[in-house]
C-alpha cells in the first residue's frame, strides 16, 4: 500500500523559513513526477511546485506565487521529496499536500493518483 506522509509543518513568523518533508512508502518514487499542492481556509487547493522525469525530460515547475522563495527538492536513498520555503508570508497560510506519480504536459504538472494527508503551515504577521 502506497502511503505520503508528509511532515515539517508549523508556525513561523513572515519572513522565516519552513522545510516540509513527505515521506513515501509502499514503493519507490525516484524516477516518478511528484509535487506540492496547497489548500487555504475557504479556497481550492492550488499547485505550487513539482519536478521529475517524463517523456524522458526532465521537469521543474513553480507557482508564480512561490518563483524564487521555494525549491524542491528530492532525497532517493529515502524517498523522500521536500520542500523549502523562504521568505514566507501570511498568505502562504495553507496545509501543504505531497503528491506522488504525476505528469507533464506542456511543461505543467498534472497530479497524479496519490496524496499524503498535509500538513499545516501558518505564517504569522
Known amino acids: 500500500q502506497v502511503q505520503l506522509v508528509e511532515s515539517g509543518g508549523g508556525l513561523v513568523q513572515a519572513g522565516g523559513s519552513m522545510r516540509l518533508s513527505c515521506a513515501a512508502s509502499?514503493?519507490?518514487?525516484?524516477?516518478?513526477?511528484m509535487g506540492w499542492f496547497r489548500q487555504a481556509p475557504g479556497k481550492e487547493r492550488e499547485f505550487v511546485a513539482a519536478f521529475g522525469w517524463s517523456s524522458g525530460i526532465y521537469y521543474e515547475d513553480y507557482a508564480d506565487f512561490v518563483k524564487g522563495r521555494v525549491t524542491i527538492s528530492r532525497d532517493n536513498a529515502k524517498n523522500t521529496v521536500y520542500l523549502e520555503m523562504n521568505t514566507l508570508k501570511p498568505e502562504d497560510t495553507a496545509v501543504y499536500y505531497c503528491?506522488?506519480?504525476?505528469?507533464?504536459?506542456?511543461?505543467?504538472?498534472?497530479?497524479?493518483?496519490?496524496w499524503g494527508q498535509g500538513t499545516q503551515v501558518t505564517v504569522s504577521s
Open positions: 509502499g514503493r519507490t518514487f525516484s524516477n516518478s513526477a
Open positions: 503528491n506522488a506519480d504525476g505528469r507533464f504536459y506542456r511543461g505543467r504538472y498534472n497530479q497524479g493518483a496519490y
